[in-house]
Structure formats: structure tokens, C-alpha cells
DNA sequence: ATGGCGGCTCGCAGCCGA
């Protein structure tokens, strides 16, 4: 069994030790990061060289930021979407042993009526169109990160409460079945799943200890690695103890893919 | 309860996140 797991840090400079400790306890294959906030050149990777893991990253100052970990070689390294001239740094995309990793921050959107919900679809827009290339070109494909989507309402604590705003929204909900709609699988409904399993929790107000979550990180696999996949689960540990991401680590184990 | 926390910035309050 081999993990390829996606976590958003909210900051990789606050969050190193978290990273570190966390690579050397569950040991992925891959490791995607979003929200680095680090700039390229303040990147933290001699630490992460000394774990004996690779990396590639695309950062930028304040926002946003990707990264890829790999345990082993990472090659065809691509940053951004085609034919998207974008300064914020959202996308990562690498081969590792012949399988393509696309690593994507979505846009939050910030509510409906906002710029950012345009920037949002827009910018989905063409990631489906990226994926529906890189999946032309690379039939084993793993899209992951934080999609600031929750594709369902089973996806979501207070589905009514939620209804409508930005994370939930109609169109946001369409795109994401877009990228299903290329032939990607959800990793995680490929399997029984108890209920109320979120990926993320405000920090304020005891939301994590209430369970007031959305599920909105994700793993997507295409066809040719679903029979391969065997578990696809949220580690609520990475939620816990001192300074953590307000993301929890969401990790796909497969068996027959990466040597 | 639109706050609440936490991270960011040539900060000392305001932004953004989700």
C-alpha cells in the first residue's frame, strides 16, 4: 500500500513542523500542499530535502502557493493552467513513476455576488479543460487538492444553512461534476464512508469539536487506477493539537501503481 | 450572533480564508 495524500497548510512556514512530522509518521508516496503562502525563494527545502523526499512548488508572497512531495522522482513539472495568465499560484502539476499529479488550490469565491465567484468559474472553467487534456495525455491521472468545493449536501454539516453560498452554489457544484463527467472518480465515495466526514472546520467557535464541517478537499483518480485504489480517508488528526491547519490531510492508499 | 480564529502584511488594523 503506498498513500498519495493533499493537504491545505495554511501556511507552510508555520506549518513545517506539522509537514515534517507528519511525512515521516505516514510516509505518502505524494503529498500535495496548498496555501504554502511562501515565496519561491524563502521555500523550506533543505528541511524537506533531509527527509529524503522531493519537491517542486510554486509559490508566491502572502496567498496562495502549491507544492508536490514526492518519495520518488518528479519529473514533467508544469505550473498554472494553459491559456489562464494568472499571478496567483494555484496549480502544480508533475509525473511521478508514469503518473500524472495535478495539484490544485480552487479559488474560495468569497460569496456569489462577489468578483471572486466569476474568477472562481472562470478559473474552473479552464481547469476542466486542462484536465480533460492532461487526461488525453496521461490515462493514469490524479487531480487533488483543495477544490473549495462540497460536491453534495451529505458534503456539508447544515446543508440548509448552507444553501446557495459559495463552497455549495449551484454552478460551483456543476464544475466539479464536470471534472467527474471526464471520467474521474471521487476516491473517496468509491468506498462506505460513515457519515458527516468533513475535510475542513472553521477555526472559530469550537467548529472542528462540533463537527461544523464541509468536505471540500478531494482526491479524483481516472479509471485506470480505480482498481488500484483501495481506501480513501480523511486523517481528522492533522485537525488536532498545537497550531493546526484549519485543512485536516485527506489520503488515497493504493497497492500495483508506484513501485 | 456575520462574530467567533488564525495567518498575512514595510501592521500596530484590515485583508482574506471558507
Not at 491545505?8 to 500535495?32: F, G, H, M
Not at 454552478?171 to 464512508?193: C, H, I, S, V, Y
Request: hydrophobic share 40%; proline share 5%; net charge neutral.
Amino acid at each position: 500500500m503506498f498513500k498519495i495524500a493533499t493537504w491545505n497548510v495554511n501556511s507552510l512556514k508555520v506549518r513545517l513542523p506539522r509537514v515534517l512530522e507528519w511525512i515521516d509518521k505516514n510516509k505518502p508516496a505524494v503529498l500535495a500542499l496548498q496555501e504554502t503562502k511562501t515565496q519561491d525563494k524563502d521555500f523550506p527545502l533543505s528541511a524537506i530535502l533531509e527527509t529524503g523526499y522531493q519537491v517542486s512548488y510554486a509559490g508566491q508572497k502572502t496567498f496562495n502557493g502549491v507544492a508536490i512531495l514526492s518519495r520518488h522522482s518528479i519529473e514533467e513539472v508544469s505550473v498554472g493552467l494553459p491559456g489562464f495568465a494568472d499571478e496567483q499560484q494555484r496549480v502544480l502539476a508533475a509525473t511521478v513513476d508514469g503518473v500524472r499529479i495535478i495539484d490544485f488550490y480552487v479559488p474560495n469565491g468569497q460569496s456569489p455576488d462577489s468578483d471572486k465567484y466569476q474568477y472562481k468559474l472562470k478559473w474552473l472553467e479552464h481547469a476542466v479543460a486542462y484536465v480533460r487534456q492532461q487526461l488525453a495525455l496521461y490515462p493514469k491521472l490524479v487531480v487533488l487538492g483543495d477544490f473549495n468545493i462540497a460536491p453534495e449536501d451529505r458534503d456539508v454539516h447544515d446543508p440548509i444553512k448552507w444553501e446557495g453560498s459559495v463552497l455549495v452554489s449551484g454552478p460551483e457544484r456543476a464544475a466539479f461534476q464536470g471534472l467527474l463527467g471526464l471520467g474521474l472518480k471521487d476516491a473517496f465515495r468509491l468506498f462506505d464512508q460513515p457519515p458527516a466526514v468533513f475535510s475542513w472546520w472553521d477555526y472559530r467557535a469550537g467548529a472542528f469539536h462540533r463537527n461544523f464541517g464541509l468536505r471540500i478537499d478531494h482526491i479524483l483518480i481516472s479509471e485506470a487506477l480505480v482498481s488500484s485504489c483501495r481506501s480513501c480517508t480523511i486523517d481528522r488528526d492533522t485537525r488536532k493539537g498545537t497550531q493546526p491547519s484549519d485543512h485536516a490531510v485527506v489520503i488515497a492508499g493504493f497497492n500495483d501503481l508506484i513501485a
